[in-house]
């Protein structure tokens, strides 16, 4: 059953480069999003000490005429895949498949001012079973 509701985009924020740094000590590939994989993005092979960056840009919305109910969706993009509730996922490959989620519920990500691309590093030793950066980007107000 589909049900039609309004759904009012919002503010997007400043787009972040998130830099994945392979300290696992073996290689590990990373599989585009739906969108990439749609796009022809094959996937990314990351050797041991290497780093992966991807960019990530969201988007407020509110659903609802008139409503308060809001949320954030990923700006489509090549790696990164919206994840509910409010989170991005990422796909490694090292052996299984091994997602990692980015959670987006704090309003700091739409803090940053200005357009330049802001830098978030992440050094992966072993795939986080929960989500990164759960109280927003670090360097946040």
Known sequence: ???????????????????????????????????????????????AGGTFTARLQLRRFTVGAGSAVQGVRVVDGPWFEQSPPDQAEIVFVQGDPQPVLIALGDASWFAAEGVAPRALLVPLRTFPVGPLFPRGPPGGP
Do not use: C, K, W
């Not at 759904?7 to 585009?32: A, D």
């Open 1 to 47: 059953m589909h049900l039609p509701v309004d759904v009012t985009p919002g503010e997007l924020s400043p787009p972040y480069e998130v830099s994945f740094v392979n300290q696992t000590g073996v290689p590990f590939e990373v599989r585009p999003s739906r969108a990439g994989a749609d796009a022809g993005t094959p996937n990314a092979i990351v050797p």
